[in-house]
């Protein structure tokens, strides 16, 4: 079988379409969904995400304000900064770009921000909502994935799901995600001592480690949904994901490429989370 593919790129434009809707509607009410997207030094990758993110904001209606700081910026003047912009009405959203310079805690600078407009999902405030299952900002990239989940139609009650890695940003709020959506499910790691028993029994496999094939075919049970939230370079400097797609894909029953799968997602849940920040500061 060859699985079929989950397109993040027509999904992502479907939500993008919905955003701009529901923006127009807070428009008419003289309100402007505003995101503040701050970058602080000069690394290549963030400052394309941070572009994406500013046109993604613009294209759906969005006010977005780009700040862009020196790589030796004082982590007191940023925090300074995220605090004027939680005092900002017309910012609902707050964004600060990571890796931040290594003089700064990043752990610091995302506490400062206010839980009402951490549209990244970071926040413990957002962490514990999403442990207890209480409305709050789910972070972007495993909203994403589940929204993608929710576009085939799958149903994940009673099924067994299987995520690799176990970062803050990705794995553990992925666990907490599913788990809400009462599927069983395995949070594996760097410790884990059978990879491979753990990921064929699952119905569902969520690969985000940054680590070229880390899934295999092998390691996939026939039929199962494989997400690949991974962001490497293969030999040839092309960009590829945590997953062996090629043989991956003959033995699941979907997957998501890369690129055009999980990351246009990603991009496109910080718009969805900006525009509810401002809907329930509307409200």
């Not at 008419?28 to 993604?56: C, E, F, W």
């Not at 994935?145 to 970062?167: D, P």
């Not at 029994?201 to 390691?219: E, Y």
């Not at 525009?275 to 329930?280: F, G, W, Y």
Request: net charge neutral; charged share 20%; hydrophobic share 45%.
């Amino acid at each position: 079988m060859t699985a079929s593919l989950i397109d993040g790129n027509a999904l992502s434009k479907t939500i993008r379409a919905e955003v701009a809707v529901r923006s127009a509607a807070l428009r008419q009410r003289g309100i402007t969904p505003g995101l503040a997207v701050i970058l602080v030094g000069d690394d290549p990758a963030s400052q394309v995400y941070v572009k994406h993110k500013v046109n993604d904001s613009h294209e759906a209606g969005l006010h977005s304000l780009l700040e862009r700081y020196p790589a030796t910026m004082a982590q007191a003047d940023l925090l300074g900064r995220i605090r004027a912009l939680n005092a900002d009405p017309l910012i609902h959203g707050i964004l600060v770009q990571l890796p931040l310079p290594r003089h700064m805690d990043a752990n610091e600078v995302i506490e400062t921000i206010s839980p009402v407009k951490d549209v990244d999902g970071f926040h413990v405030a957002s962490a514990g909502a999403l442990m207890i299952g209480r409305p709050g900002f789910w972070p972007c990239t495993p909203y994403g994935c589940m929204k993608m989940l929710e576009s085939i139609g799958y149903e994940l009650r009673g099924k067994h799901a299987v995520v690799i890695g176990r970062s803050n940003i990705v794995g553990k709020p992925m666990a907490m995600m599913l788990l809400q959506k009462n599927a069983t499910v395995t949070l594996c790691h760097s410790a884990t001592r059978d990879l491979k028993a753990m990921t064929l029994q699952a119905d569902v496999v969520v690969a985000a480690v940054g680590k070229r094939n880390i899934l295999t075919a092998d390691m996939v049970k026939p039929g199962a949904v494989v997400i690949d939230v991974g962001m490497n370079r293969n030999d040839e400097g092309k960009l590829c994901g945590d997953v062996d797609f090629a043989g991956v894909r003959e033995v699941a029953g979907w997957i998501t490429p890369v690129p055009g799968g999980v990351g246009p997602m990603t991009r496109a849940m910080l718009l969805v989370n900006t525009l509810e920040a401002a809907e329930r500061a509307a409200a």
